[in-house]
């Protein structure tokens, strides 16, 4: 009996539940689509189609990739986030939709330039730059491999002009001021990342995920610099872990920096604290 889409969407969807994958009808449709070559939105129209053979065998080979845990993004070669799409590689952090919350944030003000630290795929960065029509950046990572990643996403989002990729340990090659800066660094303490899904532990860069210790060390090094790349007044935005708000609080305020909010997510857990530069006198 030849395959259609509906079946082999149907099996799929029963394999990757047994395999205890936690959205399997959106990744099977995920799957599906890219074997297809449309956007997942449009595969059910064609649920009553036929699969060749080829087809049939790839989307069997991608949930096998699947069902051993790897990542939806390394099968696709990439993610959506914030409308637009990013290629990602186990060299960088699989962009996350809570993490769109920092950009809604970050865009709920004017800014001219903007420093993303750690920046990784570039998603934040570049989405900022696309959205908001004339600013420029600066994204620093220490990871070559990861600014190579963030390279061909500048590359595909025509961003080449507005946007400046450098190899940098948090400020260390940084130059200049910002209006804005940015970071989504790692912050899940040594003790969490043992525990983390196999999917996120065996597949994602450890060193984007966890810096070690209690997992605040990267909120201790942006905050104790912020002030000296801020423009008077600038903004500073990052992303933290769900019960890490109060911390990360209470490491802006020590530093200096005024006007420290803590921000939910789309799920109402503590996802962005920002905070401002001290006024010029």
Known sequence: MTDTVQRALTQGRALLV????????????????AILGM??????????????DAQAFAFRNALLARVEGRPLSHILGGRWF????????????????????????????????????????GCILLSLLAE???????????SDAAL????????????????????????????????????????????AYADLDRGVRDYEPRLAL???GDGLAPYRVIAADAARFLTPSGRLLVEIGFDQGQAVAA????????????HPDINNKDRVV????????
């Open 148 to 191: 190579e990643v963030a390279s061909e996403n500048q590359i595909a989002l025509d961003l080449q002009a507005r946007a400046e990729l450098i190899q940098s340990d948090w400020y260390s090659a940084v130059e200049g001021r910002f209006d804005l800066i940015v970071s989504n660094p790692p912050y899940i303490s040594e003790a």
């Open 18 to 33: 047994e395999a205890g994958i936690p959205t399997p009808d959106l990744d099977a449709r995920w799957l599906m689509a």
């Open 132 to 142: 908001s029509g004339t600013s420029t950046g600066l994204g620093v990572d220490v």
């Open 274 to 281: 920002s905070a401002s530069a001290p006024a010029a006198n």
């Open 82 to 121: 914030y409308g637009r799409w990013f290629r990602v590689t186990a060299d960088v952090l699989d962009p996350r939709p809570d993490t769109e919350t920092l950009v809604d944030l970050a865009l709920s003000a004017p800014f001219e330039r903007v420093l993303d630290l750690g920046t990784g795929s």
């Open 251 to 262: 490491i802006f305020a020590a530093s200096g920096l005024e006007d420290v909010r803590v």
């Open 210 to 212: 966890t810096p070690g």
């Open 39 to 52: 956007p997942p939105d449009r595969v059910i129209l064609h649920l009553p189609d036929p699969l060749d």
